[in-house]
């Protein structure tokens, strides 16, 4: 048995512990950036755990079909969350807020200054709050 | 207990089982026979001698030309949803672009591009013989264009036409490549015999440069739309 067969169990445990790590995450955290982390989190979490229990080939390398594949999933988990960010800075322009809480309730643009000043001071959550 | 600890006892309990479905599922799963074998014997119809590279432009193109597509797609939106400053002032503060921050900053970023743009160019050209390709090469690619960006030397807008089709590009070579031999009698994806050499590297450099860019445009995102409202003070948290 040489190096990279003996790792690959431990990459796989490793690889199922971080996406459990980030499926929780993904329900626990409220606010959407906490969300995004978790998403990428179960995403290595799924990336690892796939090399980890692919078959590995005679010179010691994993599947090259799953390779392929991981390859592909990083590329697709980078675009998912770059667009994940973009809805997210759409929600906070659009609400002031870093939550979907507030989707319903959108600041209305015509509101005087004051209004909306006080509107957005409000808004963000302070470091904490809407934690537990 | 309050119902929140509840909750999140029942997310751990879902965390959990998902984990324990997981190791479930690889452990009863019949060991199929390695797809990688497979590779290795039909290696040499592929057109390269990189069996990563085989898989990702031949024998499973049709897995990276969809994933193209997203990447490319997930540029478009990102442009779509440019914030129009409502709400939130932060959202419309504008992005990490213009002039160079810090001599450190300024002096790497004149002296990495050229080094980077050369290893981006032996990454796509090695991965017909080795590991890298196109996935390796656009992503140092799209590090240089960020550092160029951050430091204000590659105006990048989506404006610019130069970048808009940059950024298609690659997808389009793929497609071509993909329907092109149809009109011979060939399958979708069906590269003609003796050229598929040819192809692979030719749409990896095409798919290459795309890739960089896109990469680009999503870590730099898009800039608001113009601020209603300039002269609000600025957010604090």
Redesign the interface.
């Known amino acids: 048995m040489d190096a990279v067969t003996d790792a690959a169990p431990v990459f796989a445990v490793a690889g199922v512990l971080i996406l459990a790590i980030g499926v929780f995450g993904i329900f626990d955290r409220p606010d959407l950036l906490g969300k995004i982390v978790a998403l990428n989190v179960a995403a290595s979490g799924a990336f690892t755990f796939m090399i980890g229990s692919a078959p590995v080939d005679g010179e010691g390398g994993p599947d090259t079909v799953l390779q392929a594949l991981v390859l592909t999933g990083i590329v697709i988990s980078i675009s998912v969350t770059a667009y994940a960010l973009s809805l997210l800075r759409r929600v906070a322009d659009e609400t002031g807020r870093d939550t979907l809480d507030a989707v319903d309730d959108p600041v209305d643009p015509t509101a005087t200054d004051e209004a909306d000043a006080a509107d957005t001071a409000g808004a963000p959550p302070a470091p904490g709050e809407g934690r537990r | 207990m309050t119902a929140?600890r509840a909750v999140?006892i029942a997310?751990?309990a879902?965390?959990?089982l998902?984990?324990g479905l997981?190791?479930r599922g690889?452990l009863v799963m019949p060991r199929a026979p390695?797809?990688?074998?497979l590779?290795?014997r039909h290696l040499a119809e592929s057109g390269v001698i990189q069996?990563?590279t085989?898989?990702?432009l031949n024998?499973?193109a049709y897995?990276?030309l969809v994933?193209v597509a997203?990447?490319l797609?997930?540029?478009v939106?990102?442009h779509l949803?440019a914030?129009?400053?409502?709400?939130?002032?932060?959202?419309?503060e504008p992005l990490a672009l213009g002039s160079a921050v810090t001599p450190v900053a300024n002096a790497f970023g004149t002296r990495l591009a050229p080094m980077a743009l050369l290893m981006a160019a032996h990454l796509w050209w090695a991965g017909s013989t080795q590991p890298g390709g196109a996935?390796q090469g656009g992503t140092v690619l799209a590090g240089a264009a960020v550092g160029l960006i951050l430091t204000g030397r590659l105006p990048f807008s989506a404006r610019r036409w130069w970048l808009r089709t940059g950024m298609a590009i690659g997808l389009f070579a793929f497609l071509l490549a993909a329907v092109g031999p149809v009109g011979g009698g060939a399958a979708f994806l069906e590269y003609p015999p003796g050229l598929a050499y040819g192809i692979i590297v030719a749409v990896e450099g095409m798919l290459t440069l795309s890739?960089g860019l896109c990469?680009a445009a999503?870590?730099v995102?898009?800039p608001?739309r113009r601020p209603?409202?300039a002269g609000?003070?600025p957010?604090t948290?």
């Open positions: 929140e999140r997310t751990a879902l965390a959990v998902v984990a997981m190791v690889a390695r797809v990688g074998e590779v290795d069996p990563v085989a898989v990702l024998f499973r897995d990276t994933e997203v990447l797609m997930a540029a939106g990102i949803l914030p129009v400053g409502r709400a939130s002032p932060v959202a419309t996935f890739i990469l999503l870590v995102g898009v608001p209603p409202d609000r003070a957010w948290p």
